[in-house]
């Protein structure tokens, strides 16, 4: 197990806005370096990141608006782009959902010396049963193309990535053995 870093890139929302738009790279270079700098200043005994396996990190991200409360954990599918966070708290879900999904590009930027999770739109909940789920943000992913900061050709990589989890899930094999192992280690990590 090892101490890392992995940042959120919201990706078109790099100028701090929620409107999407094409940003010149010295804007991404700044987002990401704030982020960056600012989880960088966590003290060791409030550190949120784990590497637990070459293709598995886990975060203990504790309570903030964000809908994280003390039990939410967020596992790092590297291999799969997924970031899986278990035990959201949002209200308008906490009763229905377990389970978040984002899609994501999960890379590791040697230059920063961090992992970063650039977000590819598509959201996904799973209910507590594992099989029953809703996708978000579709309209995000069509908002990203009409403007240029995707391809067509990045738009079906991301909606062949999404049907091919939507199934996985629909046949039950979710959560996937990376979000149980995760698990297990989480409960060792923060007991």
């Known amino acids: 197990m090892t101490k890392t870093l992995v940042i959120w890139w919201r990706f078109g929302k790099e100028h701090g806005e929620e409107n999407f738009r094409v940003n010149p790279p010295g804007v991404i270079a700044a987002h990401l370096d704030q982020k960056v700098a600012a989880f960088r200043a966590t003290p060791d005994a409030?550190?949120?990141?784990?590497?637990?396996?070459?293709?598995?990190?886990?975060?203990?991200?504790?309570?903030?608006?964000?809908?994280?409360?003390?039990?939410t954990r967020?596992?790092?599918?590297?291999?799969?782009?997924?970031a899986v966070i278990g035990n959201i708290h949002f209200p308008e879900l906490r009763d229905t959902y377990r389970w978040y999904i984002h899609?994501?590009?999960i890379f590791y930027d040697s230059v920063?010396?961090?992992?970063?999770?650039?977000?590819?739109?598509c959201d996904i909940v799973v209910e507590p049963d594992g099989r029953h789920h809703r996708l978000f943000d579709l309209g995000d992913l069509g908002e990203a193309l009409k403007i240029g900061l995707v391809s067509p050709a990045q738009v079906s990589d991301i909606l062949r990535?999404?049907?091919?989890?939507?199934?996985?899930?629909?046949?039950?094999?979710?959560?996937?053995?990376?979000?149980?192992?995760?698990?297990?280690?989480?409960?060792k990590l923060y007991p």
């Open 74 to 82: 967020v596992y790092y599918l590297v291999e799969r782009g997924l």
């Open 112 to 121: 920063r010396a961090c992992w970063i999770k650039k977000d590819l739109f």
């Open 161 to 187: 990535r999404t049907d091919s989890f939507l199934k996985r899930i629909a046949d039950g094999a979710f959560p996937f053995p990376e979000v149980l192992r995760g698990q297990g280690i989480s409960r």
């Open 103 to 105: 899609l994501a590009d």
């Open 46 to 71: 409030l550190w949120r990141w784990w590497q637990v396996e070459d293709g598995l990190i886990v975060e203990c991200p504790g309570p903030d608006a964000y809908g994280f409360g003390a039990d």
